[in-house]
Each structure stands twice: as C-alpha cells, then as structure tokens.
C-alpha cells in the first residue's frame, strides 16, 4: 500500500530536549516537505526536498532543521525545541515537484506539545 | 507571492443540501489549485486538482470546483452532501519556488458540519 508514515503520532517533550519526527514514504518520490497545521492559520510549509541531498527552506522554517539522505525518508529535526512549536505536523511527498500530474501524498500527522 | 484566501471559516449544512466553499488566491501567473480533505485525526486527502484545460473539474466523491479566473476563485461544490463529507476543507495553490512549481500554500481551511 503506498503510504507516508510519520512517527510518532503523539509525541509530549519539555522546552530545550532535542527531537526527530520521522518520515518515511514506499512509493519512490523525488520531493518530500513538511508542513505544520495551527488553528487558524491552515497548513504552512515549513521545508521541502526535492531529491537526495537537496532541501530549501519552506515559509516557516525557524526552529527546524531537515536532512535527505535517503530517497525514502525525510526527517523534520527540532535542536531546541519552545512551547510555540506545539503543533500538528505533516509530512507529504509526490512524485512530480511541478505537482503536474501527481498529488501529493500527506502522512497521519504528528501531534507535538511542548511544555 | 501567492496566497489563498477562504473566508468562511464554518459552514453548517443539512444532510441532502447543496454546498458551496469559497475559495480566492492570489498568484501571478496561471495557478495550480487544489482542493484537500481533512477528516478528524487523518491527513489531507486530494479531492481534486486544476491545472490547464476545462474550469470545471471534478473529484472525488462527487464533488467539483470550478476555476475563475477574472474573479480569481476556485470554489468547490457538491450537489448533495452526505454525513460523512463532515471535515475540514483546505484550498491549496502550487507556487513556484526555488527549484520549480513545488511549493503549496494553503488556505485557513473550512470546517464544514452536516446536521439531519
């Protein structure tokens, strides 16, 4: 079944502790991004990888860092994380970056407090 | 740079009525639009997509959008609803970034709940 997985899907951690939220996709996609979804302010992109090895910052991108180093997993890595980071968070792929004939595919989500 | 703009942040309708969700983006140049799902605790799911061609298109589930350009909208509708389109909606535009066409921004999203 061709999916994106996130773990973990819930995850409580205290101010400062570092973090990892995983992604990881089975269907061969080029591009993967990360996205968090807050209460009145829809989904914004925080970074996006276009293939192995390549990232670039998405809208909301302080805070966070990302790697590429396979094709299959995109983790979203929080260094230092603060209470305005708790948030809803999705991982997507697709297999076309000029979204012109696929869809991008979005994980179940991880919810993350920060406390 | 582009934005996406749905202005009705709740919408009630009975089981078996009409909906419309509005939808407005702000672009440059001819836009890629979509429209996503969200039901409680899953992802977005692809509802539909407009890139080129025919405005109206349609999805899944019964549901299509017609894309405007002179009003700038991409409004989504659906005939008759059913108690399980109860979810959040999201319009979305594909932007380009760095390296092409593949940064999405999204609306605020529309809660949209179906009463008997």
């Known amino acids: 079944e061709a999916q994106v997985t996130q773990n973990p899907r819930y995850l409580i951690t205290v101010t400062g502790k570092k973090l990892t939220v995983t992604c990881s996709q089975n269907?061969?996609?080029?591009?993967m991004s990360w996205y968090r979804q807050d209460p009145g302010l829809g989904l914004r992109q925080i970074y996006y990888s276009m293939n192995v090895e390549v990232t670039d910052k998405g809208d909301v991108p302080e805070g966070y860092k990302v790697s590429r180093k396979e094709k299959r997993n995109f983790p979203l890595i929080l260094e230092s994380p603060s209470p305005n980071q708790t948030s809803l968070y999705f991982c997507a792929s697709s297999s076309n970056p000029g979204f012109g004939a696929t869809e991008a595919f979005f994980g179940q989500g991880t919810r993350l407090t920060v406390v | 740079a582009q934005s996406v703009t749905q202005p009705d942040i709740h919408i009630t309708v009975s089981e078996g009525a009409s909906l419309e969700l509005r939808c407005n983006y702000s672009?440059?140049?001819?836009?890629?639009l979509f429209w996503y799902v969200q039901s409680p605790g899953q992802g977005l799911q692809l509802l539909l997509k407009y890139f080129s061609g025919d405005t109206l298109v349609q999805g899944i589930k019964g549901f299509e959008a017609e894309f405007k350009r002179s009003q700038s909208s991409f409004n989504l509708r659906k005939p008759s609803v059913h108690w399980s389109d109860a979810a959040e909606y999201f319009c979305a535009v594909g932007a380009q970034g760095n390296f092409g066409n593949e940064k999405l921004t999204f609306g605020t999203g529309t809660r949209l709940t179906i009463i008997p």
């Open positions: 672009y440059g140049a001819t836009p890629y």
């Open positions: 269907m061969n996609h080029e591009y």
